[in-house]
């Protein structure tokens, strides 16, 4: 079982930053992958980014040379680093730890429900004009 405790979402400015963390806490935290969906009411959730095992990324191409993802192993947490914010990055972002079908469900369309995984609770992020 994991637990992920998300932190750092809120409110800013169109074109200012945040960043968010999330902390894996549990038995068995290898060989996962660490991302963030966000979302919107009325829409499907859409996923962002992911840091993967092996230690590659992936950026959604709406928030790419914006959005950077990271990870710390050895304290199990992943950050993402949003800079540059738009009013449509407005939101509830949800962290997920992946134990499978990570790579389906963050880079192929519709394919959310291949994930095996655990998720937060979700934290807004509300970015103003």
């Known amino acids: 079982q994991v637990q992920l405790e998300e932190s750092g979402g809120g409110s800013a400015q169109a074109g200012g930053s945040l960043r968010l963390s999330c902390v894996a806490r549990?038995?068995?935290?290898?060989?996962?992958?660490m991302g963030w969906f966000r979302e919107v009411a009325g829409k499907e959730r859409e996923g962002i980014a992911v840091h993967y095992d092996d230690e590659s990324t992936y950026v959604t191409d709406s928030a790419k040379g914006r959005f950077t993802i990271y990870r710390n192993k050895l304290n199990h947490t992943a950050y993402l680093q949003m800079n540059d914010l738009k009013v449509e990055d407005s939101g509830t972002y949800y962290c997920?730890?992946?134990?499978?079908?990570?790579?389906?469900?963050?880079?192929?369309?519709?394919?959310?429900?291949?994930?095996?995984?655990?998720w937060g609770q979700g934290i807004q992020v509300i970015v103003s004009s």
């Open positions: 997920v730890a992946g134990i499978r079908g990570c790579y389906s469900a963050f880079e192929r369309p519709h394919s959310i429900g291949r994930l095996a995984g655990y």
């Open positions: 549990g038995s068995d935290i290898r060989g996962i992958c």
